[in-house]
């Protein structure tokens, strides 16, 4: 499967239509190279058709004209030219006929002997005509039953006035954020007596780019409550609606806002890694691998289960493992012959592990950690949380950090009461979690490729992250545990 020229058109033109909007009818380079964009997108999503319906139209208006037409005018439209039998219309054709017909109607003697009634339903017919082949050329299809679900400072305190039966509550701040792939978050503060302070809705988007794990609000809220109630530091998730009767569109969760900010992205901190840092983080990944199994969640998805708990590790990774490749091969993506081969690498070195499995966040990392005062106040975004190897958190923060303060930030999860991980196990998870994001970013490209989703970043993230993701996968598996491999630079 390829990106089809059709939907980057589309997507490049959603893209430039917010920013150059204001431009509109002033000819700006911006709004010149939008309208140069829409004619290219309706030629490739409808150019095939375009010429015969075209042809067709300017056929039937020319009978039209030479029925209504005097004797000297009908004997000069019988000479503009009409469709070639058997020739598909192509833009020339159009165009010989189009400037065939010009000629007639800008001779004055044609016309001549035309009342004047007659000459201006002659001038009515070629207007309605030509007003309605101009637009067909830019005009893309649009949905007239598309519902407006943007959520508005407006619309959520309308919501929150009606959910707390409060008349005088007020949203008093309201900002989305922007960014990232996966679920809509906005940042609001609110003034009222049933619920006050800052606030955080977490909202699914439309159509999901990943559609497993814990990627909907539904299944993530139960997750972090059962962490939150079980005294980790996870957001205080209040409520989830899944009717939102007010709000028309996916669901969300709101959560209390917690202190402090992220200490970093998905690649790095934003900061030297500190003693404070290494705290920080090793510890709040012990607190999250020694919580005791969260059996009150039950059968939540195919990876947080009962019946998990008590496996091996191996066990639970091979069938973790499992279960994304066929994920990915029941959804549509972009072949790829080199990320099968690696998931047969992967099954066939799942290492065997001491202990059972624990609760794993499968993201974590310095962008998912808010901080404040050196402390850890919650850790976000748990949409790939799964029962697995704790080795899998490690390996993610190993990719992130690189060799800087290792053997510091080991000893320190050590003392927090994570257990010993052999290089071996955490090799494997470093290779695993870019396979897992090779995954993930090739099936965001399906859901833009198919159309689901018409975000040009999800394009951008096939083309230029996937190829990263196996290259570093790859490189890790040819140095091996004891090996270098290069630093991978996103």
Not at 60 to 71: F, M, Q, T, V, Y
Not at 369 to 379: F, Y
Not at 380 to 403: K, T
Request: charged share 25%.
């Amino acid at each position: 499967m390829f990106v089809k020229p059709e939907q980057l058109l589309r997507s490049l033109l959603n893209e430039l239509s917010v920013h150059f909007a204001q431009d509109r009818g002033e000819a700006s380079v911006g709004q010149s190279a939008t309208s140069a964009i829409r004619l290219l997108a309706v030629d490739q999503h409808d150019g095939a058709a375009m010429g015969p319906r075209r042809r067709k139209a300017l056929d039937a208006l020319i009978d039209e004209l030479k029925s209504d037409a005097s004797p000297a005018l009908a004997v000069r439209l019988a000479s503009v030219g009409g469709a070639v039998d058997g020739q598909p219309p192509t833009r020339e054709t159009i165009a010989t006929t189009l400037a065939a017909l010009e000629t007639v109607i800008a001779d004055d003697a044609v016309t001549a002997d035309l009342p004047e009634a007659a000459r201006m339903e002659l001038l009515r017919k070629l207007a309605a005509w030509e007003v309605a082949d101009r637009r067909a050329l830019i005009d893309l299809d649009s949905d007239p039953d598309a519902i407006d679900i943007e959520v508005t400072r407006e619309r959520f305190e309308t919501y929150l006035r009606d959910r707390f039966a409060e008349p005088e509550l007020s949203v008093t701040e309201f900002r989305p954020l922007s960014g990232g792939f996966g679920k809509q978050t906005i940042l609001l503060s609110v003034s009222g007596t049933a619920i006050d302070g800052p606030l955080v809705i977490r909202r699914d988007p439309v159509v999901p780019t990943v559609d497993n794990d814990c990627h909907r609000v539904a299944i993530e809220y139960p997750v972090i409550r059962a962490a939150f109630d079980r005294g980790f530091p996870a957001p205080d998730a209040l409520w989830i609606d899944t009717e939102h009767r007010l709000l028309p569109g996916p669901d969300f969760l709101v959560m209390r806002m917690a202190a402090g900010k992220t200490g970093g992205n998905v690649f790095h901190s934003t900061e030297v890694l500190s003693d404070s840092l290494v705290e920080v983080l090793a510890s709040g990944v012990a607190g999250l691998h020694t919580l005791p199994p969260l059996t009150e969640l039950g059968d939540l998805t195919n990876s947080i289960r009962t019946d998990l708990w008590s496996l091996s590790m191996a066990e639970t990774t091979r069938r973790y493992i499992t279960d994304w490749r066929s994920y990915f091969m029941a959804h549509a993506h972009n072949p790829s012959p080199t990320l099968m081969a690696l998931y047969r690498w992967m099954l066939a070195n799942v290492p065997e592990a001491p202990d059972r499995p624990v609760l794993v966040h499968g993201d974590i990392g310095f962008h998912n950690m808010l901080i404040d005062n050196g402390q850890l106040t919650a850790l976000v975004d748990w949409e790939f949380a799964h029962i697995g190897d704790p080795a899998e958190d490690l390996g993610s923060i190993r990719n992130a950090l690189g060799a800087e303060r290792w053997d510091a930030i080991m000893e320190k999860y050590r003392a927090g009461g994570g257990p010993d991980i052999e290089p071996a196990r955490l090799h494997f998870f470093r290779i695993w979690q870019h396979v897992r994001n090779a995954s993930a970013s090739n099936l965001s490209m399906g859901k833009f490729q198919t159309g689901e989703i018409p975000d040009l970043k999800l394009a951008y993230t096939g083309h230029y992250h996937f190829p990263l993701f196996i290259q570093a996968a790859w490189d890790l598996i040819e140095a091996g545990p004891e090996g270098t491999a290069p630093t991978v630079n996103y």
